[in-house]
T-cell receptor, first 116, second 113 residues
Framework: ETGVTQTPRHLVMGMTNKKSLKCEQHLGHNAMYWYKQSAKKPLELMFVYNFKEQTENNSVPSRFSPECPNSSHLFLHLHTLQPEDSALYLC???????????????FGSGTRLTVV | QKEVEQDPGPLSVPEGAIVSLNCTYSNSAFQYFMWYRQYSRKGPELLMYTYSSGNKEDGRFTAQVDKSSKYISLFIRDSQPSDSATYLCAMSGYWGGSEKLVFGKGTKLTVNP
């Protein structure tokens, strides 16, 4: 399979549950990202990993915990979420060459998360 | 003032119409300008990108950047029902020691047969 694959596509979880979102990229990119997409809001960057190292955390609550075991896989571990965390969570990857070239983001189809 | 402003619409046009989508921005550090298209239940996909002021054409799509006015546009000629999607503008620049990519809210477009 090519591109960026996210699983599961849909997830309903209670506020006391623990779940994980998975992302896998088959593009050979060296950077991976988690974004949150809510209705009528711009895409919100959550985390950035560059060569498996977290380089950015945009003041995301600790109930979201990312993990990047290698350049191809990215996880988002979820625990004790709130209903306002319900959104589409998108994973993306890109090739960072050290110059300003961010136009090459490839997104997955996202995980639609509902917190009840 | 928000960094990137984009009217969320929705915008509904008949098939064959010319569509104009726009974004304004406030940060002069933005250097790359992009348009993404997002179909329902899919992630965004890159449609076009431009670096400098001026026009860039790709088939029925034209991206326009006016850095002096901090204004970017996407024109769709001879619009088709398959163009129905949400269009997100995005722009990137380097400041504060890192590269940043900022998205607009997206404009939902429906092209009616």
């Amino acid at each position: 399979e090519t591109g960026v694959t996210q699983t599961p596509r849909h997830l309903v979880m209670g506020m006391t549950n623990k779940k994980s979102l998975k992302c896998e990229q088959h593009l050979g990119h060296n950077a991976m990202y988690w974004y949150k997409q809510s209705a009528k809001k711009p895409l919100e960057l959550m985390f950035v990993y560059n060569f498996k190292e977290q380089t950015e955390n945009n003041s995301v609550p600790s109930r979201f915990s990312p993990e990047c075991p290698n350049s191809s896989h990215l996880f988002l571990h979820l625990h004790t979420l709130q209903p306002e965390d319900s959104a589409l969570y998108l994973c993306a990857s890109s090739q960072r060459t050290g110059t300003i070239k961010t136009y090459g983001y490839t997104f997955g189809s996202g995980t639609r998360l509902t917190v009840v | 003032q928000k960094e990137v402003e984009q009217d969320p619409g929705p915008l509904s046009v008949p098939e064959g119409a010319i569509v104009s989508l726009n974004c304004t921005y406030s940060n002069s550090a933005f250097q790359y300008f992009m348009w993404y298209r997002q179909y329902s239940r899919k992630g965004p996909e890159l449609l076009m990108y431009t670096y400098s002021s001026g026009n860039k054409e790709d088939g029925r799509f034209t991206a326009q950047v006016d850095k002096s006015s901090k204004y970017i546009s996407l024109f769709i000629r001879d619009s088709q029902p398959s163009d129905s999607a949400t269009y997100l503008c995005a722009m990137s620049g380097y400041w504060g020691g890192s590269e940043k990519l900022v998205f607009g809210k997206g404009t939902k477009l429906t092209v009616n047969p």
